[in-house]
């Protein structure tokens, strides 16, 4: 296959994408059905019950997937037991919340709209309730029932996608790695794949269901079988496509949403792998989501910013140099979360207001205080978290800043705000190789708002214990000096002869390896 | 034996049925005639419990209806329906067959019996393995009829049993019915609101309007009534087209 998906790629992600979304559907059948048959002879409580599985359904997809991250967060530490934030389980939960509706409001629909006449007879014979659902009104509204189970078959895998933002592999994977990455070979693989099975597995449901109708034995077995064909695809073992035999325990890395932090993520799991350890990526974290997951255990290693932690996670508003934040937030992180920083990594990837040289040039502005001065009829285009960080408030309250209008983006989309004209000024990261493809200048701070912003290698508690995986990635420790990363960031940032964060990564070990030469 | 005692029932604020008292002996062919919303559905449908009553008792050969599981009554008691409600996802075979399988009764004779069901009700046996679609609205009640005599039940309750039929249909069916109401020693209660029908196929006629017994006379007696406007009414109109069509038939 062309830019970077592999086969072997591409069918893990379908089966963990596929096992996912039917476990989610049959949770939802389980579920829904009861609910549905229960409301359809319960009238009085039928409507508001159908008015709350509706109110689940108008919950965006991402938002709902991300409420469950904090939910199970707090029941692991109301309860004590080992629950996993992070991942399946609470991907499987929104999914089937997600799913509900159809198969509650075909269900009540369908044992509803029985025959009068029909359901009376049942009635008349001296049917039992258990009896005249079991021999009337589920054989009869059996199409309507599996009607609904389509629907929220075909709704649950496209919205599985969005599992990929709270660490649960899927096809989602692609499409978020080649939005961010711009590799649109990889979006548009992504997609095809999610519309392939959605189209599948409604063709099966389909089979099942005119078998159901039409009472042909034939179908129905056909349609099932199918079915179960493909959930046995989906656990089955699939060769694990390192090549080499991967026996120590499995490490998780983490990765935020953007091109630096997949490459990081490769990086890491490149000498991990060769230090014999299996290991698994969590690609696509949101930004406060990566740390907590890290801080909760459930990933293991990951890449993070100075500035960010003693910010957000530490809540400081001070800006002090490196020599004083990193033994601070090493000693901090350590005994909030025994979280280990292990150390930076050799470059800064500081947020940085960036603008168009000439544009700069002509307005005469070269830093913040500038910009303060001639920026309230300019536009600034952010990422979709800056805005909300406490840097942009310090920035901000220093410098008295204002815009015309403020815009967020991904930050890929971002750069593409400043070149085509609708955006001035940008919140750019200062190892982006598109700083300099661009030719934008970066404004200076001289009041000192923004704090330093080093890349620092964290690990989790659980796994700073295992001597031989600290081992394993201390020698990464200044090791990425700022040229080379902005370097391989343009690799995979640029529209011609586009790298994968994969081929970045690799390039990153072997320049290494020649400067260790 | 059925019988009724000081039995009312309210529907929305109206008395569907008010203070009604009956007896009706083992062996009888009794209409329930009277015009729509005279009551005579929901006294039926108060004798298997369809409908529960609001106050007064009933009792099914000595025993009061409440005091039996409410499926166990059901199970002895015919009932054939007006939209004749057959299943139309099972068999003629199955639909037939449903009140022994509902009683848990052993499978060996099912196929004599239900062969022996569709001869009672004149059907021909290759009938059993179609479903309901494939039949004549003629056809569908007799089934109807074979569904609800499956069980060997003393008692058959029928609400507008003809009603779907075509005229023709109406009274060949009728007839056959009569003849089996003999041949079993069924008691049987049929619901109409065609006098005529009443009075040419049951043996005691009792007519009800709103809620309350109107009259409850032999077809005989009936035939002869003089009192009661509403009664009259609904005689009259039976006599008045029986004699125009004898009319008809003289001045052709």
Same mark, same amino acid.
């Given at each position: 296959?062309?830019?970077?998906?592999?086969?072997?790629?591409?069918?893990?992600?379908?089966?963990?994408?596929?096992?996912?979304?039917?476990?989610?559907?049959?949770?939802?059948?389980?579920?829904?059905? *009861?609910?549905?048959?229960?409301?359809?002879?319960?009238?009085?409580?039928?409507?508001?019950?159908?008015?709350?599985?509706?109110?689940?359904?108008?919950?965006?997809?991402?938002?709902?997937?991300?409420?469950?991250?904090?939910?199970?967060?707090?029941?692991?530490?109301?309860?004590?037991?080992?629950?996993?934030?992070?991942?399946?389980?609470?991907?499987?939960?929104?999914?089937?919340?997600?799913?509900?509706?159809?198969?509650?409001?075909?269900?009540?629909?369908?044992?509803?709209?029985?025959?009068?006449?029909?359901?009376?007879?049942? #009635?008349?014979?001296?049917?039992?309730?258990?009896?005249?659902?079991?021999?009337?009104?589920?054989?009869?509204?059996?199409?309507?029932?599996?009607?609904?189970?389509?629907?929220?078959?075909?709704?649950?895998?496209?919205?599985?996608?969005?599992?990929?933002?709270?660490?649960?592999?899927?096809?989602?994977?692609?499409?978020?790695?080649?939005?961010?990455?711009? @590799?649109?070979?990889?979006?548009?693989?992504?997609?095809?794949?999610?519309?392939?099975?959605?189209?599948?597995?409604?063709?099966?449901?389909?089979?099942?269901?005119?078998?159901?109708?039409?009472?042909?034995?034939?179908?129905?077995?056909?349609?099932?079988?199918?079915?179960?064909?493909?959930?046995?695809?989906?656990?089955?073992?699939?060769?694990?496509?390192?090549?080499?035999?991967?026996?120590?325990?499995?490490?998780?890395?983490?990765?935020?949403?953007?091109?630096?932090?997949?490459?990081?993520?490769?990086?890491?799991?490149?000498?991990?792998?060769?230090?014999?350890?299996?290991?698994?990526?969590?690609?696509?974290?949101?930004?406060?989501?990566?740390?907590?997951?890290?801080?909760?255990?459930?990933?293991?290693?990951?890449? @993070?910013?100075?500035?960010?932690?003693?910010?957000?996670?530490?809540?400081?508003?001070?800006?002090?140099?490196?020599?004083?934040?990193?033994?601070?937030?090493?000693?901090?992180?350590?005994?909030?979360?025994?979280?280990?920083?292990?150390? *930076?990594?050799?470059?800064?990837?500081?947020?940085?207001?960036?603008?168009?040289?000439?544009?700069?040039?002509?307005?005469?502005?070269?830093?913040?205080?500038?910009?303060?001065?001639?920026?309230?009829?300019?536009?600034?285009?952010?990422?979709?978290?800056?805005?909300?960080?406490?840097?942009?408030?310090?920035?901000?309250?220093?410098?008295?800043?204002?815009?015309?209008?403020?815009?967020?983006?991904?930050?890929?989309?971002?750069?593409?705000?400043?070149?085509?004209?609708?955006?001035?000024?940008?919140?750019?990261?200062?190892?982006?190789?598109?700083?300099?493809?661009?030719?934008?200048?970066?404004?200076?701070?001289?009041?000192?708002?923004?704090?330093?912003?080093?890349?620092?290698?964290?690990?989790?508690?659980?796994?700073?214990?295992?001597?031989?995986?600290?081992?394993?990635?201390?020698?990464?420790?200044?090791?990425?000096?700022?040229?080379?990363?902005?370097?391989?960031?343009?690799?995979?940032?640029?529209?011609?002869?586009?790298?994968?964060?994969?081929?970045?990564?690799?390039?990153?070990?072997?320049?290494? =390896?020649?400067?260790?030469? | 034996?059925?019988?009724?005692?000081?039995?009312?029932?309210?529907?929305?604020?109206?008395?569907?049925?008010?203070?009604?008292?009956?007896?009706?002996?083992?062996?009888?062919?009794?209409?329930?005639?009277?015009?729509?919303?005279?009551?005579?559905?929901?006294?039926?449908?108060?004798?298997?419990?369809?409908?529960?009553? #609001?106050?007064?008792?009933?009792?099914?050969?000595?025993?009061?209806?409440?005091?039996?599981?409410?499926?166990?009554?059901?199970?002895?008691?015919?009932?054939?329906?007006?939209?004749?409600?057959?299943?139309?996802?099972?068999?003629?075979?199955?639909?037939?067959?449903?009140?022994?399988?509902?009683?848990?009764?052993?499978?060996?004779?099912?196929?004599?019996?239900?062969?022996?069901?569709?001869?009672?009700?004149?059907?021909?046996?290759?009938?059993?393995?179609?479903?309901?679609?494939?039949?004549?609205?003629?056809? =569908?009640?007799?089934?109807?009829?074979?569904?609800?005599?499956?069980?060997?039940?003393?008692?058959?309750?029928?609400?507008?049993?003809?009603?779907?039929?075509?005229?023709?249909?109406?009274?060949?069916?009728?007839?056959?019915?009569?003849?089996?109401?003999?041949?079993?020693?069924?008691?049987?209660?049929?619901?109409?609101?065609?006098?005529?029908?009443?009075?040419?196929?049951?043996?005691?006629?009792?007519?009800?309007?709103?809620?309350?017994?109107?009259?409850?006379?032999?077809?005989?007696?009936?035939?002869?009534?003089?009192?009661?406007?509403?009664?009259?009414?609904?005689? @009259?109109?039976?006599?008045?087209?029986?004699?125009?069509?004898?009319?008809?038939?003289?001045?052709?």
């Amino acid at each position: 296959m062309g830019s970077g998906v592999t086969w072997i790629e591409l069918a893990r992600l379908a089966q963990a994408h596929v096992f996912l979304s039917l476990c989610a559907v049959l949770i939802a059948v389980l579920v829904g059905l *009861p609910v549905a048959i229960w409301a359809a002879h319960h009238r009085r409580a039928g409507a508001p019950l159908l008015a709350l599985v509706s109110i689940f359904q108008t919950v965006p997809g991402v938002a709902m997937l991300a409420l469950f991250y904090p939910l199970l967060l707090l029941l692991a530490r109301a309860t004590g037991l080992p629950i996993p934030a992070l991942g399946f389980l609470p991907a499987l939960m929104a999914l089937s919340v997600y799913a509900l509706l159809p198969i509650v409001r075909n269900g009540v629909a369908a044992i509803r709209g029985i025959d009068p006449a029909v359901a009376e007879a049942a #009635d008349g014979l001296g049917m039992s309730g258990w009896q005249k659902l079991k021999l009337v009104e589920l054989p009869l509204g059996a199409p309507v029932i599996l009607a609904g189970i389509r629907t929220a078959a075909v709704w649950t895998i496209g919205t599985a996608t969005l599992a990929t933002t709270i660490g649960q592999p899927s096809l989602g994977d692609l499409i978020f790695s080649g939005l961010q990455t711009e @590799d649109w070979h990889r979006v548009l693989t992504g997609c095809l794949a999610a519309v392939a099975l959605a189209i599948l597995v409604d063709a099966m449901l389909a089979l099942v269901e005119s078998g159901l109708s039409v009472r042909s034995r034939w179908r129905l077995g056909a349609g099932l079988a199918m079915l179960c064909a493909l959930i046995a695809g989906s656990v089955a073992p699939l060769p694990d496509g390192t090549g080499g035999a991967q026996s120590g325990r499995l490490i998780v890395i983490g990765a935020k949403n953007f091109s630096e932090q997949y490459t990081l993520a490769q990086l890491i799991e490149l000498r991990l792998r060769e230090a014999g350890y299996r290991t698994e990526r969590r690609d696509d974290l949101g930004s406060a989501i990566a740390y907590r997951a890290l801080a909760a255990g459930d990933i293991d290693v990951y890449v @993070d910013y100075s500035g960010t932690l003693w910010a957000n996670v530490l809540g400081r508003t001070d800006t002090p140099p490196s020599d004083i934040m990193l033994p601070a937030l090493t000693r901090e992180l350590a005994q909030r979360d025994q979280v280990r920083l292990v150390g *930076p990594l050799g470059f800064e990837n500081a947020y940085a207001f960036a603008m168009k040289r000439a544009q700069a040039q002509a307005l005469g502005i070269a830093t913040l205080t500038d910009l303060a001065r001639a920026g309230s009829h300019l536009r600034l285009a952010t990422d979709i978290e800056f805005l909300n960080r406490p840097e942009w408030r310090a920035v901000e309250s220093r410098y008295r800043l204002a815009f015309a209008q403020k815009r967020t983006f991904s930050p890929s989309f971002m750069y593409r705000a400043l070149a085509d004209g609708s955006a001035d000024v940008i919140s750019a990261f200062s190892s982006d190789g598109r700083i300099a493809a661009m030719d934008l200048v970066t404004l200076g701070d001289p009041l000192g708002a923004l704090p330093r912003y080093d890349a620092v290698l964290l690990m989790s508690g659980k796994a700073a214990a295992d001597p031989r995986l600290v081992a394993a990635l201390q020698p990464m420790v200044g090791t990425i000096p700022i040229d080379r990363m902005r370097a391989a960031n343009w690799m995979v940032d640029r529209d011609k002869d586009k790298r994968t964060p994969h081929d970045a990564a690799l390039w990153l070990r072997d320049e290494r =390896a020649k400067a260790n030469e | 034996m059925i019988s009724l005692s000081g039995v009312s029932k309210s529907h929305g604020g109206r008395r569907v049925l008010d203070d009604v008292s009956l007896s009706i002996a083992r062996g009888s062919f009794v209409a329930l005639v009277g015009q729509s919303g005279a009551g005579k559905t929901t006294l039926l449908k108060a004798i298997n419990r369809l409908v529960e009553i #609001d106050a007064g008792t009933i009792s099914v050969d000595g025993v009061e209806i409440k005091e039996q599981p409410v499926t166990a009554l059901r199970h002895r008691i015919g009932y054939v329906f007006q939209g004749i409600g057959l299943f139309p996802h099972m068999t003629v075979g199955q639909n037939v067959w449903l009140v022994p399988r509902l009683m848990a009764m052993p499978t060996a004779q099912r196929a004599e019996r239900i062969a022996e069901l569709l001869a009672l009700v004149a059907l021909p046996p290759d009938l059993i393995d179609r479903f309901p679609a494939q039949l004549s609205g003629g056809q =569908a009640q007799r089934v109807g009829f074979a569904r609800a005599l499956a069980a060997s039940p003393s008692i058959m309750l029928m609400d507008e049993p003809f009603g779907a039929l075509d005229p023709v249909t109406r009274s060949e069916l009728g007839g056959a019915y009569r003849a089996l109401h003999e041949r079993m020693g069924l008691t049987s209660l049929l619901v109409t609101h065609d006098m005529a029908e009443a009075l040419l196929l049951a043996d005691r006629v009792i007519v009800l309007g709103e809620g309350r017994v109107l009259a409850d006379q032999t077809p005989h007696e009936l035939i002869r009534y003089r009192g009661d406007p509403r009664i009259t009414a609904m005689i @009259d109109a039976a006599r008045l087209s029986a004699s125009r069509l004898e009319a008809l038939a003289k001045g052709g």
